[in-house]
């Protein structure tokens, strides 16, 4: 079956613009996170949803960042009015229950300008 | 909080050399360890896990022991491939039950397997 998948893979923005990035888990997949990985560092844990409910978001940098999964499935990371130290590999993981193992997506590499 | 202090790379081996990469971890409680890889272009994968002190977790000729007097996870090798060339992380989760089992990384170590 298929993996997590991510969209876009690759995102430039202009210093200022939003943007939205996608996590598609794989079907079935309870929980979801997303974590935040600068180069040449691990990844960073940004927020948590069981369903569709945001369970923690506590890693969340700041109130320009905001995630939403609606429909318990696929979810969303929205980052308003970017900056560069924004500019990151934004990775996406679900596992089937609480517990269970991460699967990861190959992430979305977001530059900002 | 919790936190997870990985030797720093790069690392360079020769084909079928011995490979440690040292691992040790902060955390209240007994958590459960992981090392995951990240292969060139590819996303991260789980290598090996152990979920309670003494367990040893292995996969692909890797091996790691959970050691909770010494709160170390490190990750070891008989002989290492030119296609194990990737860069690998250490990370725990905490065991808390009814929270989420967010994973905390330590910075990667890239290690080059040369022929």
């Known amino acids: 079956g298929a993996g997590v998948s991510q969209s876009p893979r690759y995102k430039v923005a202009k210093r200022g613009q939003d943007v939205a990035l996608r996590c598609d888990p794989i079907?079935?997949?309870?929980?979801l996170f997303w974590y935040q990985q600068a180069l040449g560092q691990g990844p960073e844990f940004l927020t948590y949803?069981?369903?569709?409910?945001?369970?923690?978001k506590s890693g969340l940098p700041s109130d320009r960042f905001f995630a939403e999964r609606p429909e318990g499935s696929v979810s969303t990371l929205k980052i308003q009015r970017t900056q560069q130290e924004d500019s990151a590999v934004y990775l996406c993981?679900?596992?089937?229950?609480?517990?269970?193992?991460?699967?990861f997506g190959p992430g979305t590499r977001l530059t900002v300008t | 909080g919790n936190s997870v202090t990985q030797m720093e790379g790069p690392v360079t081996l020769s084909e079928e050399a011995f490979l440690t990469i040292n691992c040790t971890y902060t955390?209240?409680?007994?958590?459960?360890l992981f090392w995951y890889v990240q292969y060139p272009g590819e996303g991260l994968q789980l290598l090996l896990k152990?979920?309670?002190?003494?367990d040893k977790g292995s996969n692909k000729g890797f091996e790691a022991t959970y050691r909770k007097e010494t709160t170390s996870f490190h990750l070891e090798k008989g002989s290492v491939q030119v296609s194990d060339s990737a860069v690998y992380f250490c990370?725990?989760?905490?065991?808390?039950?009814?929270?989420?089992?967010?994973?905390?990384f330590g910075s990667g170590t890239q290690l080059t397997v040369l022929p």
């Open positions: 993981a679900s596992s089937l229950g609480l517990t269970g193992e991460q699967y």
């Open positions: 079907s079935g997949h309870v929980s």
């Open positions: 949803f069981q369903n569709e409910a945001q369970l923690d």
């Open positions: 955390a209240t409680g007994y958590p459960s």
């Open positions: 152990a979920t309670k002190a003494d």
């Open positions: 990370a725990l989760s905490p065991l808390s039950s009814g929270s989420a089992r967010q994973l905390t």
